[in-house]
């Protein structure tokens, strides 16, 4: 399948909708790096590695916009030059260090260079994404954020029970009822592991489904079960049949009003976030 794939446009936009509700967006499924940047510094070895973008989501997500179908938002860029799933300015944001790997490029960095990595990349993104969704919501459609991102089986010599995890924070309905669904067929999924989504450690979803308070989920699926075309065909089959089964049923406990019933972002949830957070910093690879 093609993309309209510009690494100048700092993002990638495969399938369309064809009327369905599921907007796909995947922070981490981008492995380039600016030609100014070089290699980063680090080896091609090191950035093919997880640190260097979340592998074999991106062929999850390209044959799920078509199964779906869906309109599937990507990034281009290596979260190694800068992570789209954190808030500009987050200590995770542009990482000198990940999973014991230096990146000798992002030390030092000025303002000025900061800042050109977020009107390049970050910036551009998420203005395609908030295009999208604000021409659905225009238009009245029902509309569901749905965030890939896949995990490393292990870290930190700890072995990663999970086949895939469900994340989520202020509005856990549809994220409840994708969990269930995982679960019967039989897979062991973490709810909110290998990490749990929080207001500052992540960036998309609070930004794209609870600030607009749009039905979302952010789902994970761990690397080696994706690592081909294989696993990307049997996972986007699974998740082509259990989205709509799972938007079916939030529409019949909820109504598609449901929308506008989505819990608001609270101050005291986002204060006890912040004491997690801080030991989430270095984890969410
Ligand atoms: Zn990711």
């Excluded at 954190?86 to 260079?113: C, F, K, W, Y």
Aim: hydrophobic fraction near 40%; proline fraction near 6%; charge should be negative.
């Amino acid at each position: 399948m093609t993309g309209s794939n510009t690494e100048a446009a700092g993002f990638a936009v495969y399938g369309t909708d064809q009327g369905g509700p599921f907007v796909l967006v995947s922070d981490h499924a981008g492995r380039a790096v600016p030609p100014a940047l070089e290699d980063l510094g680090v080896s091609a070895e090191d950035r093919a590695r997880h640190i260097g973008w979340d592998i074999g989501i991106d062929g999850v997500g390209r044959h799920l916009a078509a199964l779906l179908p869906a309109v599937l938002i990507e990034q281009v860029y290596s979260r190694l030059v800068i992570d789209c799933n954190r808030a500009p300015g987050h200590p995770t944001s542009i990482v000198t260090v990940s999973d014991g790997t230096p990146v000798p490029a992002n030390e030092g960095l000025t303002p000025e260079q900061i800042a050109f990595r977020h009107t390049t990349i970050l910036h551009p993104y998420h203005a395609r994404i908030t295009q999208e969704l604000d021409a659905r919501v225009q238009a009245g459609r029902p509309t569901v954020v749905v965030a890939l991102h896949s995990f490393t089986p292990e870290m930190r010599g700890f072995k990663r029970p999970w086949h895939a995890g469900i994340l989520h924070n202020h509005d856990t309905r549809l994220a409840h009822i994708m969990l269930d669904l995982l679960r019967q067929e039989g897979l062991t999924v973490g709810d909110n592991e290998p990490y749990a989504l929080t207001d500052t450690s992540d960036y998309t979803i609070p930004l794209h489904g609870e600030k607009r308070q749009l039905p979302h989920v952010e789902i994970e699926i761990r690397q080696d079960l994706i690592a081909d075309e294989k696993g990307q065909k049997e996972w986007a089959d699974r998740l082509a049949r259990l989205l709509p089964q799972a938007w079916a049923q939030f529409c019949k406990t909820y109504g598609t009003a449901g929308v506008t019933d989505a819990p608001a972002m609270q101050d005291n949830k986002q204060k006890a976030d912040l004491s997690r957070d801080q030991m989430q910093i270095q984890v969410r690879l």
